[in-house]
């Protein structure tokens, strides 16, 4: 049962990381690209239309590693530590103090993204946004390679 919910939780991860990158490539490109460059074409599709993917997604990888972590720190985690990777679980410990601080700036996020866009608030939503790459690009990273140290069932 865990392992179905570890590869759900990274299946939900994997669809926060391309919604969120998209979003942030595009909320960085220029107003008015030049035709035809792959980067000038982030914004064809709306930066906002992705606000609502990423906040369900963000909220549900949360709570499905928040129920998967509970396994995580009595099964694997004391193996890293007799194994001495303390440096890995250091990483580990800041993931979950940034997937909190991520959760906490979620609604500051929604706020923005659904108003209409100024000067001021175009620099809020490209700031929260790339905030928010930066912690799902983080966690993703630090799981990743959290799992494929000591993997699930090992």
């Not at 930066?47 to 709570?63: E, P, Q």
């Not at 694997?76 to 800041?94: K, N, S, Y």
């Not at 993204?113 to 620099?123: H, L």
Request: charged residues 10%.
């Amino acid at each position: 049962m865990v392992t179905v919910l570890l590869i759900a939780h990274g299946l939900v991860a994997v669809a926060l990381l391309g919604a969120i990158t998209h979003q942030t490539l595009s909320a960085w490109a220029l107003a008015h690209p030049r035709p035809g460059p792959f980067f000038g074409r982030f914004r064809t599709v709306p930066s906002a239309a992705f606000t609502n993917a990423v906040i369900v997604l963000y909220t549900g990888t949360a709570i499905l590693g928040a129920i998967v972590y509970l396994y995580f720190r009595v099964d694997i985690r004391p193996a890293l530590e007799q194994a001495g990777h303390w440096e890995l679980l250091g990483f580990f410990d800041i993931k979950e103090h940034f997937i909190v601080i991520g959760l906490a700036l979620l609604p500051a996020y929604a706020v923005c993204w659904r108003g209409p866009p100024g000067e001021g608030s175009t620099r809020t939503r490209t700031a929260l946004t790339s905030i928010l790459a930066f912690i799902v690009w983080w966690g993703f990273l630090v799981g990743h390679v959290t799992n494929n140290i000591r993997g699930f069932g090992a």
